[in-house]
T-cell receptor
Framework: DTEVTQTPKHLVMGMTNKKSLKCEQHMGHRAMYWYKQKAKKPPELMFVYSYEKLSINESVPSRFSPECPNSSLLNLHLHALQPEDSALYLC??????????????FGPGTRLTVL | GQQLNQSPQSMFIQEGEDVSMNCTSS?????WLWYKQDPGEGPVLLIA?????ELTSNGRLTAQFGITRKDSFLNISASIPSDVGIYFCAGLLSQGGSEKLVFGKGMKLTVNP
């Protein structure tokens, strides 16, 4: 299994809603990532988990809250988002964060629209 | 933040032609990755490069890790219509004890049948 899965594929939410994005991988990877991608731009790193611990937070606003319940799952909890947060949210995983096989495999993304 | 200079930004080619793209940086990278992204989908890894000077092929794709560790190129030979998409280079940057991927701005490839 070389796949990273993400749910939902599309999400529309209001600015007062609370929602969660989910990501799963069964490749035994110990590093997982959240990226945000705006149209016609490259992915921008948001968070990195290594061995289920948060290792990088790229100064992301607190309305985005990541969670790594176990080595296969990664969540992104959303609360009080703004319309400018509308984007494609990508999850990725790699065997290791550093010092080894660090190539990242991406999921298909969740297209988020904030109204 | 750190940036990779990826060029060209777009290319329009005829089916069967070869295409080259490259990425450069003022920083040294430990790993170079090349991805292709189709609209509305996540990036798909094409090639990973781990050693300076390394030349790696994957079917019609060939990529090289520059000897200075500050650049990489990707060649696609004998292009076909399904090569259409956005190609990103990404370098693994060591910073403050952490490592993270830095992406180029992407190259949009159009292949005319």
């Amino acid at each position: 299994d070389t796949e990273v899965t993400q749910t939902p594929k599309h999400l529309v939410m209001g600015m007062t809603n609370k929602k969660s994005l989910k990501c799963e991988q069964h490749m035994g990877h110990r590093a997982m990532y959240w990226y945000k991608q705006k149209a016609k731009k490259p992915p921008e790193l948001m968070f990195v988990y290594s061995y289920e611990k948060l290792s990088i937070n790229e100064s992301v606003p607190s309305r985005f809250s990541p969670e790594c319940p176990n080595s296969s799952l990664l969540n992104l909890h959303l609360h009080a988002l703004q319309p400018e947060d509308s984007a494609l949210y990508l999850c990725a995983s790699s065997q290791a964060q550093k010092g080894g096989r660090v190539e990242q495999f991406f999921g298909p993304g969740t297209r988020l629209t904030v109204l | 933040g750190q940036q990779l200079n990826q060029s060209p930004q777009s290319m329009f080619i005829q089916e069967g032609e070869d295409v080259s793209m490259n990425c450069t940086s003022s920083s040294i990278f430990n790993t170079w990755l090349w991805y292709k992204q189709d609209p509305g989908e996540g990036p798909v890894l094409l090639i990973a490069l781990y050693k300076a000077g390394e030349l790696t092929s994957n079917g019609r794709l060939t990529a090289q890790f520059g000897i200075t560790r500050k650049d990489s190129f990707l060649n696609i030979s004998a292009s076909i219509p399904s090569d259409v998409g956005i190609y990103f280079c990404a370098g693994l940057l060591s910073q403050g004890g952490s490592e993270k991927l830095v992406f180029g701005k992407g190259m949009k490839l159009t292949v005319n049948p």
